[in-house]
């Protein structure tokens, strides 16, 4: 029973379209978040969501967007999308705003052609 | 700038030896995590660390915490195959709610 699962695992897309990966946790969890890994596998955080609240934005680009339809999901939309947008974006959660012991999901490999 | 920096960034070994890997700040943590990342899955927390001066151990993985907790070695003794992984060392620094991720150690532990 997967504990923070996200779907697609792959996305391969053209330059300038529009796509989603959606995300959910299993956990009970209050806390959601979206992080990127780039090519250097250096994971930065993108968004954190607590109960459904936006907490963090940290400086993305406002063709990305995250929804939060209740605290056990959080998906990632992205418009127009750019060829520096490919990497791999994962999902996480946490009990809570203040605890740091993330649960991650299996990643999605996002590649712009 | 990245907020931890981790040491060395590239690690192959013969199965059987140890290893350690250092994670290194200027600033105070109120808790560091470690994580485990195999190829294509999503990180893994191994443990936390909490305390000054605080060592846990996790069948042959010694984790420590530095007296002033700026800083954290995770070391490997007799390292299997299975051991093979990149570790990310990650803590909050700045009462800001965000967790930062060190670059990472990339550990191959040969057969």
């Known amino acids: 029973d997967t504990a923070v699962s996200q779907t697609p695992k792959y996305l391969v897309t053209q330059m300038g379209n529009d796509k989603s990966i959606k995300c959910e946790q299993n956990?009970?969890?209050?806390?959601m978040y979206w992080y990127k890994q780039d090519s250097k596998k250096f994971l930065k955080i993108m968004f954190s969501y607590n109960n459904k609240e936006l907490i963090i934005n940290e400086t993305v680009p406002n063709r990305f967007s995250p929804k939060s339809p209740d605290k056990a999901h959080l998906n990632l939309h992205i418009n127009s999308l750019e060829l520096g947008d490919s990497a791999v974006y994962f999902c996480?959660?946490?009990?809570?705003?203040?605890?740091?012991?993330?649960?991650f999901g299996q990643g999605t490999r996002l590649t712009v052609v | 700038t990245q907020l931890l920096e981790q040491s060395p960034q590239f690690l192959s070994i013969q199965e059987g030896e140890n290893l350690t890997v250092y994670c290194n700040s200027s600033?105070?943590?109120?808790?560091l995590q470690w994580y485990r990342q195999e190829p294509g899955e999503g990180p893994v927390l191994l443990v936390t660390v909490v305390t000054g001066g605080e060592v846990k151990k996790l069948k042959r993985l010694t984790f420590q915490f530095g007296d002033a907790r700026k800083d954290s070695s995770l070391h490997i003794t007799a390292a299997q195959p299975g051991d093979t992984g990149l570790y990310l060392c990650?803590?909050?620094?700045?009462?800001?709610?965000?967790?930062?991720f060190g670059a990472g150690t990339t550990v191959t532990v040969r057969a």
């Open positions: 996480a959660s946490s009990q809570s705003i203040t605890d740091f012991e993330a649960f």
């Open positions: 956990l009970g969890h209050d806390t």
């Open positions: 990650a803590g909050e620094a700045r009462d800001d709610y965000k967790l930062s």
């Open positions: 600033s105070v943590f109120s808790s």
